[in-house]
């Protein structure tokens, strides 16, 4: 019976899947954007999230925590000293997701999910 088990399976075994999850949590931190499919961007909003609420109290333990988790220098120190300042007087939904159309090749949903308050760059090209 599978009561109270909560999460996707991805058709995936459980390491490979929680590999691929955390590769695209170290991609979400770098970017702060990432498309993917909407499955996979609402399985990595459950694993992103925590971690940010983790990251906004900086103590050596919770940087111990998340550097068992995330296995990158960089990550953890962009995600302790530049994303968790963002999002201290907010109390969750630190991401977004926007829903961008089917892939081409097997039509699966695909969506961006982003986190709340990136900079958004704009281009100096006009559009016409």
């Known amino acids: 019976m599978r009561h109270r088990k909560t999460g996707r399976y991805l058709n995936k075994n459980s ?6 999850l ?14 993917t499919t909407l499955v996979k961007a609402k399985e990595l909003r459950k ?11 900086n103590t050596i ?10 296995n990158n220098k ?6 302790f000293n530049i994303i968790a300042p963002k999002f201290k007087n907010r109390l969750g939904g630190y991401t977004r997701i926007i829903k961008c159309g089917f892939r081409n090749g097997d039509k699966a949903p695909m969506a961006y999910i ?15």
């Open 15 to 20: 390491t490979h899947r929680s590999a691929m």
């Open 22 to 35: 955390f590769n695209m949590v170290n991609s979400l931190i770098n970017n702060e954007i990432i498309k």
């Open 47 to 57: 694993i992103i999230e925590p971690i940010i609420t983790i990251a906004k109290k």
């Open 61 to 70: 333990s919770n940087k111990r925590l998340i550097r068992s988790k995330l």
């Open 74 to 79: 960089n990550n953890i120190i962009k995600l």
């Open 114 to 128: 982003e986190l709340i308050e990136r900079k958004i760059v704009l281009s100096d090209k006009k559009i016409n």
